[in-house]
């Protein structure tokens, strides 16, 4: 399974915990797609602060939920378009929580990824059992899919549930 490096980072208004990732990774079919680090807050709003993502999507609602953001990275090695969306993963934690990803506060960097190009991007999730302290590892699920350049025949079209796991502490 993945490692992962601690750094904590505590300041006197927030608690951010962030994990470089080591080993996070699927690779076929020419597509690389890496998470990089994570990062564990115990609110929202300072959790989308950390990307510079617009704070208009920090709601009553969300704005004190421990809240986890994925950096990933996304590589197209083919030469031919891919789809692929983490931005809309499922994340089930350790504690047995499962939650979508909240695509409105996700930075919009997946999808369609041309030939030769490498994309990265913020991924984020609000949990709304586990805590700070008890999130020990995650799962991570989404889809990637492309039609190996031959866009008049599905015989060959590639789909791919993709998982990857990994371990914080």
Known sequence: NDQSQEQSKDTSKNKRTTYEVEGATTEDSGITQTIKEVSVFDNMTDAVKSYNQNEMVVTDENKDKVTVVVNF?????NDFMICTYPAQATFITNTGEQVEADILASESFDGDIHEG???????????NKTSVEDLASFKMAWSSNH???TADNYD?????DNKLEVNLK
Do not use: A, M, P, R
């Not at 060959?156 to 791919?160: G, N, P, V």
């Open 117 to 127: 190009v490498t994309k990265e991007g913020h991924v984020l999730f609000n949990l």
């Open 156 to 160: 060959d079209d590639y789909y791919k």
């Open 73 to 77: 990275e996304i590589k197209n090695d």
């Open 147 to 149: 039609e190996n350049g």
